[in-house]
């Protein structure tokens, strides 16, 4: 009999922000499949007798090819195992878990996806940035930065007033999305956090001014994993608690 | 001493895919305070002494008001007591969990937000629509159907072309949101998918073009709580997976 493939949300890499369910499979895999992106510990869930097998980025190759990974799944699931496809944040928000599900059921192989908590949600937690807000943000959106070519993109519109612009990925491409952004009509002003490490005990938050994105990250020479989150919702900090605690105080 | 207020993400329904911190901070309230969304599957796994409190919708008031909430939150925690306001979702998406968090701190109570699996991540894994993927959609947003008033909301360009777009609580104004999309130019065949229940033993997915999207809603007799996900990733199923197997046997 064929096994199961269960590709799994790993989280934004605390592993206490797992779900129970792939708190469970992991607990039961019998070969787990990982990227990089994922945890040590988050990998130290799984059953002392896994084969893990990484599919992290190697230095001479840019990847893994994505056709080899998808056989790869299907090659161990026939041999009758239960296949943990382990992958940052949740599978379907840029973790190319579409195309490894379809190659999946293409070839017969029964698949189970278990969601997993983005990047976006978790830098969102964990330092208090609001996604959406009743006063401040009614849109989120969600792009990579380096998912196709960042100049064959379409991102306009997605930030400015009332929206909220998640940019996955971004750091290497910074002074390009800057650039990109602000040509698209987005005011030089227009507040954003960049959060690495997000979910992580080394995270660090910083922000500033779209217009000093590029100089924000090369002073603070900051590295992957990061997001950049855009919009008037990285700016309801200190001032409107002071505000409200005024207001309270009345 | 003042307690802490936990603002947790409950995920989409099924209990299961609560976050470990979530499911461990459940069994350790003193009080929770939850909203309707929040399935009773979820309610279960709190301690057995825990004061359970709801602020649901009533019938006659729209909703306990907002600030009333805030109140309550910081009330309970002065109390001493922990704190859990379990939000269905994430309670940074469309969960009002900003308003609650900026509360407590401008009241000097400490908070804590546990990111929680959304509702379109949920839908997503459940139905195998993957919200972003590299042949079909590098954009993906989310916006409220009855989070302000739906006029007053400008969507133009979330959906479209390589871009996906989610609608939370859309059902009641479905008639209004496809008019409202195609009046900003998208096209009345744009694939989408209905997901009623998403991650629940009643989950149900209704698919067909935008312009049928009012008629599809009536006839089905599609009830809260249900997503509207427009865009070509809602397409890609059994054709795309019967193509991907013909080459895989080739």
């Given at each position: 009999t064929v096994g199961t493939v269960y590709l799994v949300g790993a989280g934004p890499?605390?592993?206490?922000?797992?779900t129970l369910r792939a708190a469970r499979l992991l607990e039961r895999a019998e070969v787990v499949v990982h990227d990089g992106l994922v945890d040590r510990a988050v990998l130290?869930?799984?059953?002392?007798d896994a084969q893990m097998i990484s599919v992290a980025k190697r230095r001479a190759h840019h990847t893994l090819p994505q056709e080899a990974i998808c056989e790869l799944l299907v090659r161990e699931a026939r041999k009758g195992r239960a296949v943990v496809r382990l992958k940052g944040g949740d599978p379907f928000i840029f973790g190319r878990g579409g195309e490894e599900a379809e190659a999946c059921r293409a070839a017969g192989v029964p698949v189970e996806i278990v969601p997993g908590i983005s990047a976006a949600n978790g830098a969102a937690a964990a330092t208090g940035i609001?996604?959406?807000?009743?006063?401040?943000?009614?849109v989120v959106s969600f792009v990579a930065g380096q998912c196709k070519g960042l100049s064959d993109q379409d991102w306009a519109g997605?930030?400015?007033?009332g929206r909220t612009l998640v940019i996955y990925m971004g750091v290497k491409t910074a002074p390009r999305i800057a650039e990109k952004l602000m040509a698209d009509g987005l005011a030089p002003d227009m507040p954003l956090a960049v959060i690495e490490?997000?979910?992580?005990?080394a995270m660090r938050v910083l922000r500033g001014p779209l217009a000093a994105l590029p100089e924000l990250v090369a002073r603070e020479s900051v590295k992957s994993p990061a997001l950049i989150v855009i919009g008037e919702v990285t700016a309801r900090d200190d001032a409107q608690v002071a505000a409200l605690a005024a207001e309270a105080a009345e």
């Open positions: 890499g605390d592993p206490d922000l797992l130290a869930l799984a059953a002392r609001a996604l959406t807000h009743r006063d401040a943000a009614s997605l930030a400015g007033k490490n997000a979910c992580r005990p």
